[in-house]
């Protein structure tokens, strides 16, 4: 295999490695190196630009350029040719620097006299770190092995300084993983904890980038991608259980790992000195700069293949990841890229906390969360690159926020808050065999939801009247295969022994949209949140619905029975669902089965169209929950998984009041009973109006009944629903500044 005529490029790798082993501080290391640079790729100029912060880029040293610029001469990301590479990263090269698009002057450095530029990111597994930059009087574009040369030493680069070779003297920049972070993301679980970082996928820490045996490396990255092939292949052999779509994953998986091309790539990169570790990791980071950026959702899919492919193919060579033998910390909060609802439940209530880059508000993890009363930040972008294992962390999960190693003042004011939280909880405590009462005499029942057996501790400890809602499709969820009737009855009825006579409402299995069964044929619906789901597949895949039905009825063994279908848009759909639920108690009954000794059939609405049905389906129903984290989307038409809309909207908007109070007219005419289930219901203020509205069954989180039941102990819902009324007689927009100025009056 030829080698690429790159100047020197063993004998410099080996010399800095040499310069990063001196005990020597940070900055001469970093000066040291620009010289070693510029002299074997015999330039005038050698200088490397790391992050300040994720905006600001510094040059922290320089050859040939102007030394009082050094810690002086700083841009922002995109801004000038340095901050271009920062932006893209990709090279940029060009033999007339001042006429390049973008260039930026900076006069302090002395850089006018030279024309050639060439700068490549400093950048590990897609983390951009910074910039080396070489530059040279004569206008030429450097060749493209002095380009590929660059970024092998970029790579060394990027790994000692994630090493924190580069910690600075005096300067300000410091090592990284070692500063406070704020990440931004949303709230997916309400909630507040500290404690210590647990990546789910821990990160892969190359030690040795440099290479003292070319053969060597060659020979472990052939041992490790073979046994990469087998482990892909073992996958492959147990398949025959898999459908076509699952197979050809597979197919498509072990043809990147049997890529020729790859390989290599990474022979080559480790012929110019590279260890195998880093020949994986640079071969990663050039193929994350390359499809990172594009538009193409095929090609984006096969960069998380590829991303996995290749952190597999890592913890072969280092015998780092997972499996360790590290123990959890002490109040462990889970960081991890995204998570399945199995691998969660698997950690259990150990965890205090979970942080997810990626996630969304209705994913399986966000149900997990709830269920498990832990609080979940998620869309927490590149917390997985920044945060170590053992790093304090801060979650904020009300206002998705999380502080990585934060400061002692940031550390002392969320305790305060965590403290204050603690305090009022304690003095819901003391409201929990108390009715939620208000001042008028009226009784709102306040039920909880539930998903897990995990939750029913709850029902006695939050004061919960019963659960309004039980979501069924978590067993589902969890298990690589569908549950037997005999699994699916002893749990179901384990949960109505747990209630202790109180009232159970179980929703039939609601799939679809962003919840898919692992063994479930994915749907490529264009809009799955209004596809095909929950009662919909429930009518095509009769079978299923029946098995549950029954499941259900043999649990009950006699006693009352609460089911709910989910996503009714036509009365059409509910009666046809009522029937199956009919003919499975008369099946049960036939074949000597005790039935339950009542049934009561329910629907969801969560569609507006169910709103305006005729009377006959009101009264068909035994009782209607208002479903209204959906029931809002679509009244708005904000797609409650898309951050930028989903909070656009007021729950108090006049308009969505005027629908919900059409909505409860309807079902006090029919005689139904009506509740309302979701977040909102959960959020005093929100629930409150609810309740004057004339809703009379309210069904949350438990941790939300206090507050909810101490805000309707002090209001009178007479005195409210006037405030309303009046405040919608204004043509408001939203009611809820004259529902909070009434509250501000309460004592």
Request: charged share 25%.
């Amino acid at each position: 295999m030829p080698e690429r005529s790159v100047p020197d490029s063993r004998s410099l790798l080996r010399r800095l490695r040499d310069t990063l082993a001196e005990p020597t501080g940070g900055q001469d290391r970093l000066d040291r190196i620009t010289s070693l640079i510029a002299d074997s790729m015999h330039t005038h100029v050698c200088s490397i630009y790391l992050f300040r912060d994720p905006e600001t880029l510094e040059l922290c040293a320089t050859t040939g350029l102007n030394p009082e610029s050094v810690h002086h001469t700083r841009m922002r990301l995109g801004e000038g040719l340095v901050g271009r590479v920062a932006r893209t990263g990709t090279p940029v090269n060009t033999g007339d620097a001042p006429g390049a698009p973008g260039f930026r002057y900076m006069p302090e450095t002395g850089e006018e006299i030279y024309s050639s530029f060439l700068g490549v990111p400093i950048q590990r597994v897609g983390e951009i770190l910074g910039v080396l930059v070489v530059q040279s009087r004569e206008a030429r574009e450097f060749l493209e092995d002095e380009v590929y040369g660059l970024e092998v030493v970029a790579m060394v680069l990027a790994e000692m300084t994630e090493l924190g070779a580069f910690t600075a003297d005096h300067n300000g920049i410091g090592a990284t993983h070692r500063f406070p972070v704020l990440f931004r993301g949303a709230t997916g679980q309400e909630g507040a904890a500290e404690g210590r970082v647990w990546l789910h996928e821990p990160r892969v820490v190359v030690t040795n980038p440099v290479a003292d045996d070319i053969e060597h490396e060659q020979k472990r990255l052939v041992e490790a991608v073979s046994g990469l092939q087998h482990q892909i292949d073992d996958m492959l052999s147990g398949s025959a259980t898999m459908d076509k779509e699952q197979r050809q994953v597979l197919e498509a998986y072990r043809m990147l790992a049997h890529s020729r091309g790859w390989m290599r790539r990474m022979v080559e990169d480790i012929g110019l000195g590279l260890s195998a570790e880093a020949a994986v990791e640079k071969e990663q980071a050039t193929t994350r700069s390359k499809l990172g950026q594009s538009s193409d959702a095929y090609l984006r899919e096969r960069l998380h293949d590829f991303d996995d492919l290749s952190n597999r193919l890592l913890r072969l060579l280092t015998g780092q990841g997972r499996d360790t033998g590290a123990q959890l910390p002490e109040n462990p909060i889970l960081v991890a890229r995204n998570i399945g609802p199995a691998e969660l439940l698997d950690y259990g209530r150990v965890l205090k906390g979970v942080v997810l880059e990626e996630g969304s508000v209705g994913s399986h993890a966000a149900i997990v969360a709830r269920a498990l009363a832990i609080p979940l930040v998620i869309h927490a972008g590149r917390i997985t690159t920044e945060a170590l294992n053992g790093d304090p962390i801060l979650v904020d999960g009300d206002n998705g926020i999380v502080h990585l190693r934060p400061e002692d003042s940031v550390t002392a004011a969320f305790r305060d808050k965590m403290a204050m939280a603690a305090e009022a909880q304690k003095r819901y405590a003391d409201l929990r065999e108390l009715p939620a009462e208000d001042q008028s005499g009226k009784v709102i029942s306040l039920t909880m939801n539930a998903g897990l057996m995990a939750d029913l501790p709850s029902l006695a400890g939050s004061g919960a009247d019963g659960v309004g809602l039980f979501r069924t499709e978590l067993q589902f969820l969890t298990r690589s295969r569908v549950p037997s009737r005999g699994e699916l009855a002893a749990l179901y009825k384990r949960v109505m022994d747990a209630a202790g006579g109180k009232q159970v409402q179980f929703r039939t299995l609601d799939i679809g949209s962003d919840k898919v069964l692992p063994y479930m044929k994915p749907q490529d619906e264009p809009n799955p949140a209004m596809g095909w789901r929950a009662i919909r597949v429930g009518l095509d895949k009769r079978g299923v619905l029946r098995m549950q039905l029954q499941a259900l009825m043999r649990a009950a063994d006699g006693r009352p029975l609460s089911v709910m279908f989910p996503f009714i848009a036509t009365p059409e759909e509910f009666h046809a669902a009522r029937a199956e639920a009919l003919h499975m108690r008369d099946r049960e009954a036939k074949i000597g089965r005790r039935v339950p000794e009542t049934l009561r059939i329910g629907a969801m609405m969560e569609t507006p169209s169910l709103a305006f049905a005729p009377d006959s389906f009101f009264a068909a129903c035994d009782f209607i929950s208002l479903g209204g984290n959906d029931l809002k989307q679509f009244f708005f038409a904000a797609d409650r998984e898309n951050e930028r809309v989903r909070r656009r909207y007021d729950t108090l908007d006049t308009a969505f009041l005027s629908f919900i109070s059409g909505i409860i007219a309807r079902c006090d005419n029919a005689g139904t009973p009506l509740s309302f289930c979701g977040e909102d219901a959960g959020r005093p203020v929100e629930a409150l109006t609810f309740a004057a509205l004339g809703i009379r069954t309210l069904s949350m989180r438990p941790a939300s009944i206090g507050p909810v039941k101490h805000l309707i102990r002090r209001a009178n819902l007479d005195d409210l629903a006037q405030v309303i009324r009046e405040a919608q007689d204004a043509n408001v927009e939203t009611v809820r500044p004259a529902v909070t100025r009434y509250l501000a009056g309460l004592h």
